[in-house]
Every structure is written in C-alpha cells, then in structure tokens.
C-alpha cells in the first residue's frame, strides 16, 4: 500500500511539472505576442529583438522544465520498480514524453528559424 501512495506521488509531481512547464511556454507565447503588439503599434522597445528574446527564453525554459520532470519521474521510476514490480509504461509518463519531444522539437525548430 505504502508502494502505491509513492508511485501516485510521483505521478502527481510529474503532473506538476508537466503543468509548470506548459505554463511557462503559453506565458512565453503571450510576452512575445504582447510585446510584438506594442513594436507594431509603434511603442519604442529598449531593443529591437525583446519580444523575441523575452518569448525563445520563457519557452525554452518551460520545455526545459518539461525535460528535467520527465528524467526525474523517469529516475524515480526505476528506483521504485527494484523494490516493487509494475509497469513503467503508465499513462502519465507516455504523456510527458510525448510532450517533452515535441516541445524540444519545435524549441530547436523555432531557434532554427530565429537565427
């Protein structure tokens, strides 16, 4: 029983990372939306390449967050399975990996096309 309060606790902090990160990468999405809107309506920046900055910095850090969840729940993940045996393959984690690739592919997709 002690086992299964564990693994849930695991589930739900991969779950809060997974949140975090997503969260990280809509509010990059926005700043850089914002402030691209404020450029084009004519309000003088502090430098020409903020919105742009301000946005690649808050996604890649939300898609980091995302990576950094995924390898921990992934770590404590085997250290739970040598005491108790259970699939690995849970949903949770099916969809942070899901999530964790694609959000480094369009990171390196965006930072390709930025530079």
């Known amino acids: 029983m002690a086992a299964d309060r564990t693994l849930m606790a695991a589930d739900r902090s991969l779950m809060a990372w997974v949140r975090t990160a997503l969260s990280m990468i809509s509010f990059g999405f926005t700043i850089y939306k914002l402030l691209q809107g404020f450029e084009e309506a004519g309000t003088q920046l502090t430098h020409a390449s903020s919105p742009r900055a301000m946005g ?32 690995i393959w ?21 930072i390709a096309r930025a530079l």
Do not use: C, H
């Open 56 to 87: 690649m910095f808050l996604t890649g850090m939300g898609t980091v967050a995302m990576v950094l969840g995924t390898v921990e729940y992934w770590f404590r993940l085997q250290d739970l399975r040598k005491q108790n045996g259970f699939a």
């Open 90 to 110: 849970r949903p949770s984690f099916v969809m942070a990996l899901l999530m964790s690739a694609i959000g480094l592919f369009l990171f390196i997709a965006i």
